[in-house]
């Protein structure tokens, strides 16, 4: 009896542990599928977090693709989309978003809850993208910024990119053909790539142009610190290159030949690359000076006429003296010609033309995020800002072959030190003393009525300065702040390096103190240069701290392949401020490109049901 009684109560704990144990069970599977439906509920929001960010830059390869096929999809967008209206123009600067039109094709315009939303090809609708656009910055520096927001699910993710319209500034160096301009030395033959029939005299000095320096001690020669681009076959001897050397060389030539058995040190190695072009004018710059259209030229830059001399100051301003100056925004009719002007409306942007014409000079702003154009004479007598030629003599005074000028002979001259006391007292072209010689060739090279520029000192801010024929660098020309400053050369047919000589080949400013420029410079039609490069002495270091883009190579120097005789020595240095931006109004490439310079993740600028957060 005792031992069933004791089975009977063994046999109900049994049942309590059996029951135990399942209620245990019964709890692990209930947590476990618990876990596992929230797992996969977290791995699917992972997955649709990932997807929409995807969607989103789906959404700038969409947009990208539409401004590279056709630049004038940059009109286009919605003026009402949060981010364009939030992003405002400088203070001064029109409002270039509200001008945007809406693309009624295009789905990723939409905004809020009732908008559309544009779906990610290959997707089967899961995947959509909508964006938006500022073109505030574009017409000044060639840069488009783009919210784009994708969505998957219930997940939103969007993005802002900067969108910089690539040309050659993304070069230190480029040149279209490797040989001096023929309109200089004379020679015909020089008009032609390295390797075309009839080959070009390649053993005349006229023609080839040489990287030149020694391996073993590479601060002695040129020093190329940038990507380089020639469509020609480059000529080196010895020179360092601090990054990618590249050339199209009609695709089947070696992109760099050697002539003296001394290659050169490539530290980015030697590709081939596109052949590319420079715009054959500078007409789209000039345009930008015009009254005409607001909506294509919304903040007109400033119109210089005849020789202008500029000394920028390093504290925003700069000093403008251009005698021949009246009209400095002006009318144009269908032939170009200017047919009015703003009158006194533009005088505090562009200066008064009495003190243009004065031998103070006018006083101004820099033209920040603006150009000044320097033009020629018009050959209209109907012109607004036509002179005859004995108008031009009393205002400055000319030779009579129109070659040698001066100007306000009681104003400091803007040019560097080591002149003697009357040269700097008077604004001349050429010095008293010197003879006007660019090399064997451009002559003459200075004249009263040519639409040429002369310019140095430090610039605070970011403008470019283009002249219908001749950029001339007649001092250092450095930046206040090397961070943001950025600055336009361009010379229509030539940027030269001002080396005034006497008759008997001697320097007229200090030697072997080198030169400085900053900026992104370009020659059209023609080249970038050294006045005199093969006279005098020897002149120290030319520091190109930016960009170089020109038809044909200028010379700057002439030597040996270890050292120089006469002029420079070459030292390039790339400004990484050109991978993201152009200096203001640079319309000197025919490349097309936009790349992405920029990206930032941004918080989502809308829920997944449209409405924005």
């Given amino acids: 009896m005792r031992l069933e009684r ?26 476990a599928l618990v876990f596992t439906v929230s797992g996969t509920q977290k791995a699917q929001t992972e997955v649709d977090w990932t997807g929409a960010l995807a969607a989103a830059n789906a959404g700038v390869e969409d947009y990208r693709s539409r401004i590279q096929n056709d630049i004038r999809y940059v009109k286009y967008g919605n003026k009402n989309a949060p981010f364009t209206k939030n992003t405002v123009p400088a203070p001064g600067r029109p409002d270039l978003n509200d001008k945007l039109e809406l693309d009624p094709a295009n789905p990723a315009w939409g905004i809020g809850a009732d908008g559309t939303w544009a779906t990610v090809p290959g997707s089967n609708g899961t995947a959509q993208f909508r964006y938006a656009v500022s073109v505030q910055n574009y017409g000044g520096t060639g840069v488009v910024q783009l919210q784009a927001t994708g969505k998957v699910g219930d997940a939103t993710r969007s993005i802002v990119v900067e969108l910089k319209q690539q040309g050659l500034t993304q070069f230190v160096y480029f040149s279209d053909y490797e040989v001096s301009d023929p309109s200089i030395n004379g020679d015909p033959d020089c008009n032609s790539y390295r390797w075309q029939s009839p080959r070009r005299n390649q053993s005349a000095n006229s023609c080839d142009i040489t990287f030149t320096g020694d391996p073993s001690n590479p601060t002695s020669g040129d020093q190329i610190l940038g990507m380089i681009h020639s469509n020609d076959q480059i000529v080196v001897c010895g020179a360092t290159f601090g990054e990618v050397v590249e050339a199209w060389a009609d695709d089947t030539r070696d992109p760099t030949v050697t002539t ?17 072009e420079l715009k054959q004018s500078t007409a789209e710059m000039k345009a930008e000076t015009t009254l005409n259209d607001p909506a294509a030229v919304p903040s007109p830059g400033c119109l210089y006429t005849g020789p202008t001399t500029v000394k920028l100051e390093n504290d925003g301003w700069m000093r403008v003296w251009s005698p021949l100056s009246k009209e400095t925004q002006v009318y144009t009719d269908a032939d170009g010609k200017a047919t009015g002007g703003a009158g006194a409306a533009d005088d505090t942007l562009c200066g008064a033309a009495g003190d243009l014409q004065s031998s103070a000079g006018a006083h101004i702003k820099v033209l920040d995020m603006n150009l000044m154009y320097v033009q020629a004479v018009p050959g209209s007598s109907t012109d607004v800002n036509y002179w005859s030629t004995s108008a031009i003599r009393t205002k400055i005074n000319c030779n009579s072959s129109g070659t040698s000028w001066s100007f306000a002979t009681d104003q400091v001259q803007p040019n560097p030190a080591g002149w003697t006391t009357s040269q700097k007292r008077v604004i001349q072209h050429p010095l008293t003393t010197s003879t006007e010689s660019m090399s064997t060739g451009m002559t003459p090279g200075y004249s009263c009525s040519q639409g040429d520029v002369f310019v140095s000192g430090t610039l605070s801010g970011r403008m470019t300065i283009a002249a219908d024929r001749y950029f001339w660098v007649t001092g250092n020309i450095t930046y206040t702040n090397p961070n943001a400053d950025l600055l336009g050369i361009v010379g229509q047919q030539g940027v030269v390096i001002w080396n005034p000589i006497d008759r008997y080949s001697n320097n007229l400013v200090n030697t072997n103190t080198g030169r400085e420029v900053y900026g992104a410079l370009t020659s059209n039609q023609h080249t970038i240069q050294v006045q005199n490069y093969n006279r005098g002495d020897k002149l120290g270091k030319l520091h190109i701290y930016g ?3 020109m038809k044909y190579r200028g010379p700057v120097a002439t030597g040996s392949a270890t050292s120089i005789s006469t002029g420079y020595v070459k030292y390039y240095e790339y400004d990484a401020k050109l991978i993201a931006t152009n200096p203001p109004k640079y319309k000197v490439s025919t490349v097309s490109t936009f790349l992405v310079t920029r990206t930032a993740a941004v918080p989502a600028a809308y829920n997944a049901d449209g409405s924005p957060r």
Avoid at 16 to 23: K, P, T, Y
Avoid at 260 to 276: D, E, I, L, R
């Fill in 6 to 31: 004791i089975r009977e109560r063994e046999s109900g704990y049994a049942l309590l542990v059996v029951i135990g144990l399942g209620a245990v069970m019964a709890l692990m599977i209930s947590t």
């Fill in 547 to 549: 960009s170089m883009a």
């Fill in 260 to 276: 003296c058995g001394t290659n050169g040190v490539y530290k980015g190695g030697v590709v081939h690359g596109p052949k590319y």
